[in-house]
């Protein structure tokens, strides 16, 4: 299996976690087209960074999305991608992915229109783009939801989750009048956002179920339905006991060994497997 193979199993055995990060790195690298080099940073089209611009964002809406996806910088990149495995590990523990998703895209959205609002009445025009907003959404969620909850960071210990959500708004809050305002003030919306959802959540409101339906809609859209042509059936009751029996008994025995792989995956990670097993789950997949 080389490593293309590989990364194709991971993405599609990961889950919307680790596809929402592969997502991410793709339109960082698809990005690099945009990098003016004369100035030495990301020169981005006003149709895929959010402006605060008004006459700019009401004829390019979507932009309230693709901002979310895309990185002023390596490093901008890469921590905001280790912050979110961290904070989709724990939210995932508690809900299912479509949640996930559906708290990611609505986090995005929320804080860009809080971020246009608040540049407008500031009389700021900028451009945005980081996932951070989404992000921290789905950290605050979780974190309202479990606040107790013990976790471990390197260098630190054992703290419990609201002590990471607090320091994270914290530094925030205090580099809001320095450097990069909009940034930390979308950082502060996506958080709200995520305080909000859990707190309707746990009223019997799932806010995510909006963007479920809509995708759900277009994914059926596109979804070819099966034909079903009436056909005449001649059933044979004669039937081989012995080969029956060989085929139950071999798809049995494949589909035990599949599953003790990802009972692996699930308890110590994707990286612990073997070559032999992940070729064995790539070929599986076919």
């Known amino acids: 299996m080389n490593i293309l193979d590989d990364l194709k199993l991971q993405y599609k055995l990961g889950g919307i976690a680790m596809r929402v990060i592969y997502w991410n790195i793709a339109c960082f690298l698809i990005s690099l087209v945009f990098y003016d080099f ?9 149709w895929l960074a959010l402006s605060s611009d008004p006459q700019v964002f009401m004829f390019k809406p979507w932009t309230l ?47 860009g229109i809080i971020f246009t609002l608040s540049y ?43 002590h990471v959500t607090a320091v994270i708004l914290i530094l925030d809050l205090m580099q809001l009048r320095l450097d990069n305002t909009g940034g930390h003030i979308s ?34 859209l596109f979804k070819k339905s099966p034909s079903t042509p009436f056909t005449k059936v001649h059933k044979n009751y ?18 035990q060994q599949i599953d003790e792989i990802l009972d ?16 064995f789950l790539f070929k599986a997949g076919k």
């Open 238 to 255: 004669k039937k081989p006991t012995e080969k029956v029996t060989s085929r139950i008994v071999t798809k049995d025995k494949t589909q």
């Open 187 to 220: 950082h502060l919306a996506g958080a709200l956002f995520g305080f909000i959802y859990m707190k309707s959540l746990q009223n019997g409101t799932d806010l995510s179920i909006v963007i479920s339906k809509i995708l759900d809609f277009f994914t059926n």
């Open 65 to 111: 999305l693709t901002y979310a996806f895309f990185h002023g910088s390596f490093l901008h990149l890469f921590f905001n991608m280790i912050v979110l495995n961290f904070a989709s590990q724990l939210f995932l523990t508690f809900f299912t992915q479509k949640q996930y998703l559906g708290v990611y895209i609505l986090g995005a959205i929320f804080s």
């Open 38 to 46: 004369s100035i030495g940073q990301f020169n981005f089209p006003n």
């Open 120 to 162: 407008y009445v500031l009389n700021i025009s900028a451009p945005i783009v980081g996932a951070s907003a989404a992000i921290m959404a789905i950290l605050a969620a979780v974190t309202t939801y479990q606040p107790l909850m013990g976790v471990r960071l390197m260098f630190v210990g054992n703290v419990k989750l609201w």
């Open 264 to 279: 692996k995956i699930s308890q110590s990670g994707y990286d612990c497997l073997t070559k032999e097993e992940k070729e």
